[in-house]
Every structure is written in structure tokens, then in C-alpha cells.
Nanobody, 124 residues
């Protein structure tokens, strides 16, 4: 499985961005797909995931109501729509996937496959 993330950039606080993660080698409908982020000088942290069947989404508390994870099976792509961005959202964002936990896990170590990361910078 290979994952290619894109869509990061420099925006002002309050703006929106949409990150994309295109998968190859396996369809996203057979995987738990997640987004993680690593703020400058901090450890990687869970952001959101969408279950293998697409029916369940989970978010970390700090992004609830602002971020939405979704997928397009036909495009084999997972998205992270980020609205009302805050400077605290500044980080490198990574998409990840796992076969072993189809319904959900927040632990980075449970994900076998990772994209290369895309930088999101939010200015105040």
C-alpha cells in the first residue's frame, strides 16, 4: 500500500484547507484510514480516522466540529476538510492506513502504511 498526501499550505487563521490522500495497492474500502499530525517540536498525534466500511468517523477533541474526514472509494482517496483553522493546527499532516484494525485505533503504532506528510501552516 502506498499513500500520497497533498493539499497543505500556508493560510491565515480562520481559513480552510482540504488535504487529500491517494492510495494505491489496495482500495481504501479495505482499510482503516487515518490522519495524524506532528506539530513543530512535538510528537505525532492522532487527528481522525474513518472505518473500513466508511460508517464510523472519530476525531480528536481539538478538531471536532472543524475537521471532517471522508473518502471517495472510486477515486481511492481520503480527504481531511479543515475549517476554522487555528495557529495550533500548524503541523505536518500524515495519512496512514491499517489492515489490522478495520474499525478504529488512535495509536500511530497500529498503522502499517504512511504517506510522506504535507505541511500545514496557519498564521495568526
Amino acid at each position: 500500500v502506498q499513500l500520497q498526501a497533498s493539499g497543505g499550505g500556508l493560510v491565515e487563521a480562520g481559513a480552510s484547507l482540504r488535504l487529500s490522500c491517494v492510495g494505491s495497492g489496495r482500495t481504501v474500502s479495505t482499510l482503516l484510514m487515518g490522519w495524524f499530525r506532528q506539530p513543530p517540536g512535538k510528537e505525532r498525534e492522532f487527528v481522525a480516522h474513518i472505518s473500513r466500511d466508511g460508517g464510523t468517523t472519530v476525531y480528536t477533541d481539538s478538531v471536532k466540529g472543524r475537521f471532517t474526514i471522508s473518502r471517495d472509494v472510486a477515486e481511492n482517496t481520503v480527504y481531511l476538510q479543515m475549517n476554522s483553522l487555528e495557529p495550533e493546527d500548524t503541523a505536518v499532516y500524515y495519512c496512514a492506513s491499517t489492515i489490522r484494525f478495520p474499525y478504529g485505533t488512535r495509536r500511530a503504532g497500529d498503522y502499517e502504511y504512511w504517506g510522506q506528510g504535507t505541511l500545514v501552516t496557519v498564521s495568526s
